[in-house]
C-alpha cells in the first residue's frame, strides 16, 4: 500500500513558473524524499529531508516538511521544459526485522505529473 | 562508476510462464530492494535484501514470487506461472545501509524492466 497522497495529481504550468507540489502522509516517519521519473532518465533522487528538519534548498528546489500536519511540499522555481516528469514523494521509516537488524525503508506515493511547457 | 543496471529491458510472457529479472547493483551497495511499479501509479515496495540476507518479503504478492541475492551482489527475481496481473515494471533498488534513525542515504535506481503477460 502507498502511503504518501500526492497534490495536485496532474500539473501544468508555462516555462520560468514556478511549480508547487504536495505530499501528505499518515504515518511517523524519519525522513521524506522527493524522487522524479522520466523516460529518458528512470527514477533519480532529488532531495532528503529528516523528521527534525522544517525546510530544505539544493538549486532551484526547495522542500518543507510539517511532521504535525504530516505534509511536505515540493517547490521548483524557473521551471524548464526538461523538468517535465513524474515527481514522487517517498517515506523514510527505519524499520527492524525479526532478528533485530535495522534498515531503512521507503514507501512511496502516487505522484505528481508536471508537464512545462516551452 | 556504473549506475544500476537491469535485464532484460523489456520481457513478453505467455500467461504461465515463469520469468527471471536481473539486477545488478552499485558495487559496495550493501542495500537491495524490488519495486513494482503498475503504470499511473507509484513504485510498491517487493523485498529487500541487507548484502545476501532477505530481510523483508513482505511486499511479495503471493508465492509465485521469488527473490535471492546469494553472493550478496546480483539478484534475481522470479515469478512462476506468470498472470496478467503481474504486468508492470519491476525496479530495482540500491543503496548504501541505513541502520540508524537520523542516518538516512537515497536509492539509486535501475531503468527497470518491463514485463508484459499476454
Known amino acids: 500500500s502507498q502511503q504518501g497522497e500526492e497534490d495536485p495529481q496532474a500539473l501544468s504550468i508555462q516555462e520560468g513558473e514556478n511549480a508547487t507540489m504536495n505530499c501528505s502522509y499518515k504515518?511517523?516517519?524519519?525522513?521524506l524524499q522527493w524522487y522524479r521519473q522520466n523516460s529518458g532518465r528512470g527514477l533519480v533522487h532529488l532531495i532528503l529531508?529528516?523528521?527534525?528538519?522544517r525546510e530544505k534548498h539544493s538549486g532551484r528546489l526547495r522542500v518543507t516538511l510539517d511532521t504535525s500536519k504530516k505534509s511536505s511540499s515540493l517547490l521548483i522555481t524557473a521551471s524548464r521544459a526538461a523538468d517535465t516528469a513524474s515527481y514522487f514523494c517517498?517515506?523514510?521509516?527505519?524499520?527492524?526485522?525479526?532478528?533485530?537488524?535495522?534498515?531503512?525503508?521507503?514507501?512511496f506515493g502516487q505522484g505528481t505529473i508536471l508537464t512545462v511547457h516551452p | 562508476g556504473a549506475g544500476v543496471s537491469q535485464s532484460p529491458r523489456y520481457k513478453v510472457a505467455k500467461r504461465g510462464q515463469d520469468v527471471a529479472l536481473r539486477c545488478d547493483p552499485i558495487s559496495g551497495h550493501v542495500s537491495l530492494f524490488w519495486y513494482q511499479q503498475a503504470l499511473g501509479q507509484g513504485p510498491e515496495f517487493l523485498t529487500y535484501?541487507?548484502?545476501?540476507?532477505?530481510?523483508?518479503k513482505s511486499g511479495l504478492p503471493s508465492d509465485r514470487f521469488f527473490a535471492e541475492r546469494p553472493e550478496g551482489s546480483v539478484s534475481t527475481l522470479k515469478i512462476q506461472r506468470t498472470q496478467q496481473e503481474d504486468s508492470a515494471v519491476y525496479l530495482c533498488?540500491?543503496?548504501?545501509?541505513?541502520?540508524?534513525?537520523?542516518?538516512?542515504?537515497?536509492?539509486?535506481f535501475g531503468p527497470g524492466t518491463r514485463l508484459t503477460v499476454t
Open positions: 517517498a517515506t523514510g521509516l527505519l524499520r527492524s526485522n525479526a532478528g533485530g537488524t535495522s534498515y531503512g525503508k521507503l514507501t
Open positions: 535484501f541487507q548484502n545476501e540476507a532477505q530481510l523483508d
Open positions: 533498488a540500491s543503496s548504501l545501509v541505513w541502520a540508524a534513525k537520523t542516518l538516512a542515504y537515497e536509492q539509486y
Open positions: 504515518t511517523s516517519i524519519n525522513n
Open positions: 529531508i529528516r523528521s527534525n528538519e
